[in-house]
């Protein structure tokens, strides 16, 4: 079949469709590695992935999901990024798919083109410098239907509309804005959402075992088991910046990133705030066992072309040995890499700070430690901002090996805000940003 059939926009390149995902290759060509003193980190390797329509992708996986793709191909799974075992291989992870905002009538509407994609798992292969799509998983419910990427509730999660923001889309409980991935040893995966916030646990096959939510959070209508376990506090999680990063440490334990500080009390203070948290999660007790205060270093020395403090985010989590971690501390344009430790007595579970009536909040506090808060110790590992190569919007970070990182960044399905992001034809105008897979090498190692 042509990939310009059923009115689909003139593609940018060939697009391969109605292969199997394993010899779908991504054929763009990228530059060469930008030099650097052999003392500073220097990008040694770059692997684009190439156009593949998302309809064929999802219909694929799961038949007869997407009719109508609006010219979308598929993107987003830069996500997040995990070894997969096997040189070159790692296990990404899409978000709720293709979405935007358009301004109506004064008021921004969140957008869904494509409302029926299913986030999916995607095992691919970095060869020379394409990225390969190897194998991919459809996240379903328990009866093997798509979850979707809708939101869940009405009141606490945005509005979902069509592509032009002008008709309004139903809930679904079952939706999940997917970001972190990590495998178990046992082939099932561990995946963090936004929406709930939730911890998802899911089988090899895709099939979503157990969702791990807030207490309070009161979730109904789901087709899969909802557990309330997580901290109620998270309740108060920003709308968009949910759970995001996730680490899985060599005991099994895993270690869930807030994207951003808590709006608490209210949402001025989680925009002002440089304090976020992170927890330990044991998927054997299945319950939270720690929590932890990070302090995001200020907006302008982690990106100097901002000075809005709320661009803050944490997107990956990577263990690193023992009870160490990388974080990534970010904004759409720059990011660095911390490295933590969890310590014990860092620990601030089912303290003061997750009692939501606590005034001033853990996130209005101008200066935690100075407060008494065990704030986590954060050594500098690099800047990527500063490193020749490196995109912009990384959410995922992998270790290939002592001395490098594998980073991944997310081109939104080639989507952009506003109105004219598609065509009189409701087909998308494309952003042009393509998804990469990026080496680093560190002078230092870890």
Excluded at 70 to 96: N, Q
């Amino acid at each position: 079949m042509s990939p310009h059939a059923d009115g689909r926009r003139p593609a940018r390149r060939t697009a391969a469709a109605g292969v199997p995902l394993a010899l779908i290759a991504a054929l763009i060509a990228a530059g060469p590695a930008m030099g650097a003193p052999s003392g500073e980190a220097r990008v040694v390797r770059t692997a684009t992935l190439g156009d593949i329509p998302l309809g064929a992708f999802s219909n694929r996986l799961l038949p007869g999901t997407v009719a109508d793709d609006r010219g979308v191909d598929l993107g987003g799974i830069g996500s997040d990024i995990y070894p997969a075992g096997r040189k070159g291989e790692f296990w990404t992870i899409t978000d709720r798919g293709p979405n935007g905002q358009i301004k109506v009538a004064g008021t921004k509407r969140r957008t869904f083109p494509v409302p029926d994609f299913d986030p999916a798992i995607v095992k691919i292969r970095v060869s020379g410098d394409t990225v390969k799509a190897l194998d991919a998983i459809p996240v379903t419910t328990s009866s093997g239907k798509p979850v979707t990427g809708l939101p869940n509730q009405q009141g606490r999660d945005e509005t979902p509309y069509d592509y032009n923001a002008l008709t309004a889309l139903s809930y679904n409980p079952n939706g999940l804005d997917t970001e972190g991935i990590v495998r178990a040893s046992d082939g099932t995966f561990w995946l963090v959402d936004e929406y709930g916030p939730s911890l998802v646990h899911v089988s090899a096959r895709g099939k979503v075992l157990t969702r791990y939510v807030p207490k309070g959070l009161n979730l109904t209508g789901a087709g899969y088991p909802v557990v309330e376990a997580l901290p109620s506090v998270l309740l108060h999680r920003k709308i968009n910046r949910g759970l995001e990063g996730l680490a899985q440490l060599p005991g099994g334990d895993l270690v869930l990133a807030v994207q951003s500080p808590l709006s608490l009390p209210d949402t001025d203070a989680g925009e002002a705030s440089r304090t976020t948290r992170l927890l330990r999660f044991s998927p054997k007790r299945k319950a939270v066992t720690a929590e932890y205060a990070y302090r995001f270093d200020p907006v302008n020395v982690v990106d100097p072309s901002e000075d809005d403090t709320s661009e803050l985010k944490i997107s990956s989590v990577v263990a690193v040995g023992g009870d160490r971690l990388l974080v990534e501390e970010r904004t759409d344009k720059a990011a660095r890499l911390q490295l933590v430790r969890l310590d014990r007595s860092s620990n601030i579970l089912g303290g003061t700070w997750d009692d939501d009536t606590t005034s001033p909040s853990l996130e209005q506090l101008a200066d935690p430690a100075a407060s008494g808060v065990p704030v986590l110790a954060k050594k500098p590992v690099v800047d990527l901002g500063t490193v020749a190569g490196v995109p912009g919007k990384i959410e995922g970070v992998a270790r290939v090996d002592h001395d490098t990182l594998a980073l991944i960044n997310d081109n939104d399905f080639g989507m952009t805000d506003g109105a004219g992001a598609f065509d009189a034809d409701g087909r998308l105008v494309d952003s042009g940003v393509e998804t990469t897979v990026t080496y680093v090498r560190l002078p230092r190692g870890l």
